[in-house]
């Protein structure tokens, strides 16, 4: 299987914790193609092949969303709930990838169908680890639904 023409849609609003998170996913090899939208609004977009996504196909949709928690304009809860509503988007694994280790947040993002919850460690060699740890078990590891 080339893992390399498999698609990841990352949010994150944050630009300091994008520019981590990216670095950190080539640095693990994930060289991926790597989609990064700002809110919740353009992962929507992005997946319903709205405005500046609309030459998307609608056909072919990520194989992993990492999904921060806390964004503006749509909220990575929101993202989430409607994904997970979406029968043609529900099988896609999604990691809230997040700052937030509150319990209230876990529990919602879980109840919603969240695969995976990460709060984000705040020293950056253990963040650089486990984003390449994310990356390598979604990407070769887990098994697709489909």
């Not at 640095?27 to 991926?32: A, E, P, W």
């Not at 994904?83 to 919602?108: F, Q, W």
Request: hydrophobic residues 40%; contains cysteine.
């Amino acid at each position: 299987m080339n893992y390399h023409n498999i698609e990841i849609l990352f949010v994150e609003d944050s630009a300091d914790d994008a520019a981590l998170t990216i670095r950190a996913l080539k640095k693990g090899g994930v060289t991926n193609k790597l989609h990064h939208v700002i809110n919740g609004a353009e992962a929507l977009d992005f997946l319903y092949c709205r405005g500046e996504f609309s030459s998307r196909s609608d056909q072919e949709f990520p194989k992993l969303i990492l999904l921060d928690l806390k964004m503006p304009k749509i909220s990575g809860v929101q993202v989430l709930e409607k994904i997970k509503s979406d029968p043609k988007l529900k099988s896609i694994p999604v990691v809230m990838l997040t700052s937030s280790n509150e319990g209230p947040d876990i529990e919602k993002c879980f109840s919603l169908g969240a695969n995976s919850y990460i709060v984000k460690p705040v020293d950056s060699d253990n963040f650089f680890k486990t984003v390449k740890e994310i990356g390598l078990y979604w990407m070769v590891l887990s098994q697709p639904a489909h």
